[in-house]
T-cell receptor, first 115, second 111 residues
């Protein structure tokens, strides 16, 4: 079946512009996560959605970052007034129930470059 | 807080066995995952341990000792395609059920 998809695969933007990154999770997965990975670094948790519960935004690095999930499916991560340090690969993952025993399935990521 | 310690890089020979160690400190432990990440690709799930002991899955095995905050990933009969980064990820028992990933161990398999 279809896995997690993300778009765009690559995004180059100028400093100060806003960007939107999209994630389509696996159908039926109720949990959705956003991470970012800078070059040579580990994955940094950003935000977590579980069903209709309020999202856990504890990993968002600043108020320039926001995310929403419409209809419990597609999610959009928005970065306002991008900075060069925002350059990274943004990974989305989904999980069947958000329980600890369920693995996360990752999408291919969006490589964001801020010039 | 949380902290993960893994070797940054390892090299092993095709056909050999390699053990990648991971020590961790985390508030509220709820299991530990190992993920494999090939260069330029997304991480893929390898194993999950929540109880102490060894979990074997084909050529890959994962071990956990909760009291010691220690895990290892054992790869047998190494193949060239096993060259990748291996990420140790303790699961924090927070409201997010989120994983905390370290920088991983970059394994290079040589002929």
């Amino acid at each position: 079946g279809a896995g997690v998809s993300q778009s765009p695969s690559n995004k180059v933007t100028e400093k100060g512009k806003d960007v939107e990154l999209r994630c389509d999770p696996i159908s039926g997965h109720t949990a959705l996560y956003w991470y970012r990975q800078s070059l040579g670094q580990g994955l940094e948790f950003l935000i977590y959605f579980q069903g209709n519960s309020a999202p856990d935004k504890s990993g968002l690095p600043s108020d320039r970052f926001s995310a929403e999930r419409t209809g419990g499916s597609v999610s959009t991560l928005t970065i306002q007034r991008t900075q060069q340090e925002d350059s990274a690969v943004y990974l989305c993952a989904s999980s069947p129930r958000g329980q600890s025993s369920y693995e996360q399935y990752f999408g291919p990521g969006t490589r964001l470059t801020v010039t | 807080g949380q902290n993960i310690d893994q070797p940054t890089e390892m090299t092993a020979t095709e056909g050999a066995i390699v053990q990648i160690n991971c020590t961790y400190q985390t508030s509220g432990f709820n299991g530990l995952f190992w993920y494999q990440q090939h260069a330029g690709e997304a991480p893929t799930f390898l194993s999950y341990n929540v109880l102490d002991g060894l979990e074997e899955k084909g050529r890959f095995s994962s071990f956990l000792s909760r009291s010691k905050g220690y895990s290892y990933l054992l790869l047998k009969e190494l193949q060239m395609k096993d060259s990748a980064s291996y990420l140790c990820a303790p699961l924090r028992q927070t409201g997010a059920n989120n994983l905390f990933f370290g920088t991983g161990t970059r394994l290079t398999v040589i002929p």
